[in-house]
């Protein structure tokens, strides 16, 4: 069973910057796709960014020119730096690997 495990989430003031990292236990790391969602209170979970094995991206128009999603194969790890936060980014942000995995959440809150 792969984990996933992700971590950086906190409490941020309109416009304020965080950046969440998620980590894999997974052997083939190097060779999937990796990718973030998130799930606002009352809502279904969205889509928020994809990386692929060859570093392509892909982004929801929500977090565009905003967000960027990158990834450190020598680590394991998955990152996703979130500039310019607005209040409906406010949600639990959850990374999977495409492939039935999907960590515990970490929850980013942005309010003044």
Known sequence: ??????????????????????????????IVNMGWYRQAPGKQ??????????GSTNYADSVKGRFTIS???????VYLQMNS??????????????RGSWGQGTQVTVSS
């Open 85 to 98: 936060l607005k209040p409906e980014d406010a949600a639990v942000y959850y990374c999977c690997n495409f």
């Open 71 to 77: 990834r450190d194969n020598a680590k394991n790890t």
């Open 1 to 30: 069973q792969v984990q996933l495990v992700e971590s950086g989430g906190g409490l941020v003031q309109p416009g304020g910057s965080l950046r969440l990292s998620c980590a894999a236990s997974e052997s083939i790391f190097s």
């Open 45 to 54: 979970r969205e889509f928020v960014a994809v990386i692929s094995s060859d």
